[in-house]
């Protein structure tokens, strides 16, 4: 669901989703440092539509984080890390 959901919103962008304990989702994007992703908390959500709309915002706010585009994958692997002075950069 995450995976579609996230492909949805953001063409051709290559998102890895797994789990992590207590209920915790994590979204990474794999062109960008695998040390950094975005995690959801899944009992959080009251309902399906918040739980959707959390991952879609997470999504967005991890691509932006990484100085992406919003939208479709231009091919562009992330030039940064907002917060980190010296990230591992995928080349």
Do not use: C
Request: charged content about 20%; aromatic content about 8%.
């Amino acid at each position: 669901m995450a995976a579609n959901l996230l492909t949805r919103h953001y063409p051709l962008h290559l998102w890895a989703i797994g789990w992590a304990p207590g209920g915790t989702l994590v979204l990474k994007n794999m062109a960008m440092d695998g040390r950094y992703g975005y995690t959801v908390d899944v009992p959080q959500a009251a309902t399906v539509s918040e739980l959707e709309h959390a991952i879609v915002m997470g999504g967005g706010e991890l691509l932006e984080r990484m100085g992406m585009v919003r939208g479709k994958w231009n091919g562009e692997f992330a030039s940064q890390v907002d917060g980190v002075t010296k990230p591992r950069i995928l080349q």
